[in-house]
């Protein structure tokens, strides 16, 4: 069993639907929570983080961790076209150096 | 500065034969990590440098796989007797804290 399992889609949704992404996690120690984008032949790039549980909000992007449910999320408001690209969670426990990421979603914005 | 920049971009090579990568981190950024992606799947760690020094390595960093960063400038990956499981984008990524900023990779064909 991975670590880090993630949805692979694909998805896809209407310009302007809410999206949901989600992960779940086995290993406890994880106390950072990321969502990276990553965009076709390019790197990851770090769009929100959360330490340890609770909510973030970012403009059109919510980042959620529930630690006692071992299951985090990703919402995107008003979704636009350019937020098509695959989105990947990644986590850290606390005093490691290296990140577990999941397999990443597909997303497409239809216009 | 622009970034994390590496090069090739992309490299087809012959399976059997040896190929070097390499990154170029942002300046002030201390620590430097690879990662392995392959196609459909999220990026795997490999190995990390702080400064000159490489304080961990993955298990799938096998004996044909080698890392330096001398003078805790830019890194070089080296991957002796290329299979053709070995086939993947390997990223680079920097950081002066925990949270990464990656390159847009090299991706590596073993024909």
């Known amino acids: ?111 | 500065d622009t970034g994390v920049s590496q090069n090739p971009r992309h490299k087809i090579t012959k399976r059997g034969q040896n190929v070097t990568f390499r990154c170029d981190p942002i300046s002030e950024h201390n620590r430097l990590y690879w990662y392995r992606q392959t196609l459909g799947q999220g990026p795997e760690f490999l190995t990390y440098f702080q400064n000159e020094a490489q304080l961990e390595k993955s298990r799938l960093l096998s004996d044909r796989f080698s890392a330096e960063r001398p003078k805790g400038s830019f890194s070089t990956l080296e991957i002796q007797r290329t299979e053709q499981g070995d086939s993947a984008m390997y990223l680079c990524a920097s950081s002066p804290t925990i949270f990464y900023t990656f390159g847009s990779g090299t991706r590596l064909t073993v024909v």
């Open chain 1, 1 to 111: 069993q991975k670590e880090v399992e993630q949805d692979p889609g694909p998805l896809s949704v209407p310009e302007g639907a809410i999206v949901s992404l989600n992960c779940t996690y086995s290993n406890s120690a994880f106390q950072y929570f990321m969502w990276y984008r990553q965009y076709s032949r390019k790197g990851p790039e770090l769009l929100m983080y959360t330490y340890s549980s609770g909510n973030k909000e970012d403009g059109r992007f919510t980042a959620q961790v529930d630690k006692s449910s071992k299951y985090i999320s990703l919402f995107i408001r008003d979704s636009q076209p350019s937020d098509s690209a695959t989105y990947l969670c990644a986590m850290r426990p606390t005093g490691a150096n290296n990140l577990f990421f999941g397999t990443g979603t597909r997303l497409t914005v239809i216009p």
